[in-house]
């Protein structure tokens, strides 16, 4: 039987694809890659250059809408044409944005073909992107850093903040002003740095003070308690 891979393709830049994303895409014959309802696969527009004429392709068009998602009946749907491929003889690469393993739409697919050989190829996570894009270190020493969703109640999210050195807050997007808020009211506004679409050509960079207005969905806010030194 053939192989299932999770392909990272990392934050945006077709240059951070890996070697070894390349060599898989290249090698598979089915290509699968989420995308919203209505809207280009960010995830395909990547790999773009690494496509060819003749892969069979797999849109994994989900429902933007947060009471829905992840839309089960989707990656039901998905699955089956996917397992129906791998038990036909060809290998699978499903595309995925940043690394798989991070909040990645792989995962729910991956927990529905674990009885098939899978492989995951890594990637660099957005959260790396940002903070390079933003000469911003992250942790230090023995300093802790904590990974949230902006989707979080406040109450959870001051918990988080409290607890940890450093704080990577993703799915921004339309949480901005009210995480901008709290991150004021606890006083940590002047340690917070804001990236959307980092790595791409119109990515912007600012510190959180200076940013307004609403947020795409690739944003994110780092935020240290103290500098490095």
């Known amino acids: 039987m053939a192989k299932l891979?999770?392909?990272?393709v990392g934050p945006g830049a077709p240059d951070l694809l890996t070697l070894r994303a390349v060599r898989v895409i290249k090698s598979c014959s089915?290509?699968?890659?989420?995308?919203?309802?209505?809207?280009?696969s960010f995830a395909k527009t990547i790999a773009a250059a690494h496509l060819r004429d003749d892969h069979i392709q797999i849109p994994i068009t989900m429902p933007m809408v947060a009471s829905r998602f992840p839309a089960a009946e989707v990656y039901d749907t998905a699955t089956i044409e996917i397992e129906n491929y791998i038990r036909n003889g060809r290998d699978v690469a499903v595309l995925?944005?940043?690394?798989?393993?991070?909040?990645?739409?792989?995962m729910y697919l991956l927990e529905?073909?674990?009885?098939?050989?899978?492989?995951i190829v890594?990637?660099?996570?957005?959260i790396f992107a940002v903070?390079?894009?933003?000469?911003?270190?992250?942790?230090?020493?023995n300093e802790t850093l904590s990974?949230?969703?902006?989707?979080l109640d406040d109450e959870t999210l001051i918990k988080n903040l409290e607890l940890a050195d450093a704080v990577a807050i993703f799915k921004v997007g339309r949480h901005f002003m009210r995480l901008k808020a709290l991150l004021e009211k606890m006083g940590l506004l002047k340690h917070s740095i804001y990236v959307e679409r980092a790595s791409l050509d119109n990515e912007i960079v600012l510190p959180l003070a200076r940013a307004d207005g609403k947020a795409p969905y690739f944003s994110m806010i780092l935020v240290r308690k103290e500098p490095i030194g």
Do not use: N
């Open 147 to 151: 990974v949230v969703s902006g989707v």
């Open 5 to 8: 891979y999770g392909v990272s």
């Open 30 to 40: 089915v290509i699968a890659y989420p995308c919203a309802e209505g809207l280009d």
């Open 112 to 119: 529905r073909l674990r009885h098939v050989e899978v492989e």
């Open 122 to 126: 890594p990637g660099v996570s957005s």
């Open 131 to 141: 903070s390079a894009s933003a000469s911003y270190p992250i942790v230090s020493r």
């Open 96 to 106: 995925c944005e940043g690394d798989s393993m991070l909040y990645g739409s792989f």
